[in-house]
């Protein structure tokens, strides 16, 4: 019978240790998550990259491009085209040219949209990401390689969408974002990876994987060749 007692006493304590545990890290979280957020994206104006851009339908690659990344002194990011594939030909007469225009049209339309709607979960207000973070469902993920937090909430910027993140538990930095969301009607899954530079640099996001209605289709965006620009 002791045996049994003392063994429902361990229980108990881990349980309450774990459950303190949480609450602790949940509170950390909350106050150091969005300050480290902001520390990181000043870091990362000092920086100048590049970016390459692949868009794909129906699992063909429609598109390439490769730019080249850097802040202005504003704090607005610069796009600056280096390459990319050429335009499509379209039919140059009649019926089957005005079709084929309005589609590519439609499409570009659709990229837009979904550029768009990514850079509003990537771009969340203060007080937006304040609630998320009070709302969300805080686990710790722990194991020998590494001490990660995940954060899950819904309802974030639209009903029935959900945000998840994975957040190193020491420098409070992500290291995974993905977002459940819709457009039209549609779904739209958006998974991002992040990295840290070199030298205790900044994270950056590494690749983004944006896709719309399972892989109708499907926005890849990776960012390396990262450099301090001299001040």
Do not use: C
Request: charged share 30%; proline share 4%; aromatic share 6%.
């Amino acid at each position: 019978m002791s045996r049994k007692r003392v063994t429902l006493r361990q229980i108990a304590a881990a349980a309450a240790t774990g459950l303190l545990a949480v609450i602790a890290i949940s509170a950390q979280v909350d106050q150091r998550f969005a300050h480290a957020q902001r520390e990181n994206a000043l870091a990362l104006r000092k920086y100048e990259w590049k970016a390459r851009t692949e868009i794909r339908k129906d699992g063909e690659t429609k598109r390439v491009q490769l730019e080249l990344m850097r802040y202005d002194l504003n704090g607005n990011l610069q796009k600056t085209p280096i390459s990319s594939t050429p335009e499509p030909d379209l039919p140059k007469f009649g019926l089957r040219k005005a079709i084929a225009k309005k589609k590519m049209g439609e499409f570009k339309d659709k990229l837009e949209e979904l550029s768009a709607l990514a850079r509003s979960y990537s771009e969340l207000a203060p007080d937006t990401m304040q609630r998320f973070l009070a709302m969300a469902t805080v686990t710790p993920e722990i194991t020998a390689q590494q001490k990660l937090v995940r954060v899950e909430g819904r309802d974030v910027l639209r009903r029935g969408d959900s945000l998840t993140l994975w957040i190193d538990a020491i420098s409070h930095k992500q290291r995974r974002v993905e977002i459940q969301t819709s457009l039209d009607g549609k779904p739209v899954r958006i998974v991002s990876e992040f990295q840290d530079l070199p030298q205790r640099g900044p994270t950056y996001m590494a690749r983004s994987n944006v896709n719309y209605d399972g892989a109708d289709v499907v926005i890849v965006t990776e960012n390396f060749d990262y450099v301090r620009v001299q001040s």
